[in-house]
């Protein structure tokens, strides 16, 4: 009987050993199965292609800017019938960041060593119109960037036809005869990404032999000092030849005034908004005559330069008139 009782309980045991086993496989081979799905996930995510603005062989359609230098500053331009469809390099910058630096002045120096068949363009993308035109112009000074700068006139979106993406910080569009040719859209721009785009722009001007992104980093670092001097020099003498009354206005010094003044050129205002604006500002102000006077400059400036919507300029100009009196 024993026997027998011992000779049942070792089946038993192997019998469980075996499902153990078995158990223990299927887990492993579940988990491998598992593990090779979220390989297979995670690599087609990080290989999903990230879209902003028109793609090649759409049209690049007409936009507006403002000029963020020289003579024309604050301007509003149209880039895209400036250029009459020859071969250009939009550099759309949704932020500027310490490590693009180097990207953007490797397709600057390009850009200037082609410039006689190349027009290359940045325009930036800020929601901050006011403060933009004022720090802008500092960031190219400090890159030495030699291409024209923009701030598009559509806020941070960019221009509603160009479908830019905000997570992109930077989007690369290269022309010609208005057909985008080469599209590059940057969610972290770096110096990894310059030879794929030059080489893209190399083939619209028909440069078999582009420079190497080093070789026009250094070409740009030589002479660096001699260039900056030039520049400054350059802008000492544009500063003093500029006419006094080339902006009218001034720009306000109050920090809620400023702030209010932002509110109220912003393009996305309804009528209402633009209303409301304009009666805080002039309860801030009641009969303050530094405010007045910054009141007027300040409003002076913003409806000179057309910022703002079509119903703001109108509505600030009667204010304006009736602050005046």
């Not at 070792?10 to 090779?36: D, M, N, P, Y």
């Given at each position: ?138 960031v190219g000074q400090s890159l030495r960037l030699q291409s024209p700068m923009s701030l ?12 830019l993406n905000k997570e992109c910080l930077m989007t690369v569009i290269v022309a010609r ?149």
């Open positions: 009987m024993r026997r027998q009782l011992l000779i049942i309980m070792k089946a038993r045991t192997k019998q469980f050993g075996i499902k153990i086993h078995q158990v223990s496989l299927s887990w492993r081979i579940t988990a491998q199965v598992s593990l090779f799905f979220l390989a297979v996930l995670g690599s087609a995510r990080s290989e999903e292609k990230v879209f902003s603005g028109p793609q090649p062989g759409e049209k690049t359609t007409p936009f507006k800017s403002v000029e963020l230098r020289g003579e024309r500053a604050g301007k509003e331009r149209d880039i895209i019938a400036e250029h009459k469809g020859a071969p250009t390099t939009l550099i759309f910058v949704h932020g500027v960041e310490r490590s693009m630096a180097p990207l953007m002045t490797v397709l600057d120096a390009y850009g200037q060593e082609r410039k006689t068949e190349l027009k290359t363009e940045f325009v930036f993308l800020s929601a901050d119109r006011l403060i933009s035109e004022q720090r802008l112009p500092l598009s006139a559509d806020g941070a979106e960019g221009p509603g036809n160009y479908g005869e208005n057909k985008v040719a080469a599209n590059f859209a940057l969610v972290q721009p770096g110096m990894a990404d310059a030879t794929k785009i030059i080489s893209a722009i190399a083939k619209v001007v028909g440069d078999t032999n582009p420079p190497a992104a080093e070789v026009l980093r250094e070409r740009r670092g030589l002479g660096g000092a001699r260039m900056e001097a030039s520049h400054q020099r350059e802008r000492q003498r544009e500063m003093q030849n500029r006419p006094r009354d080339n902006l009218p206005g001034a720009a306000p010094t109050d920090e809620k005034f400023i702030g209010l003044l932002r509110r109220f050129i912003q393009r996305s205002n309804d009528d209402a908004t633009v209303d409301k604006v304009l009666t805080e500002v002039e309860a801030y102000v009641g009969g303050n005559e530094d405010l007045t006077r910054q009141t007027i400059n300040g409003w002076t400036r913003v409806l000179h330069l057309k910022y703002g919507t079509d119903y703001a300029q109108k509505a600030g100009q009667t204010w304006l008139e009736k602050l005046r009196k």
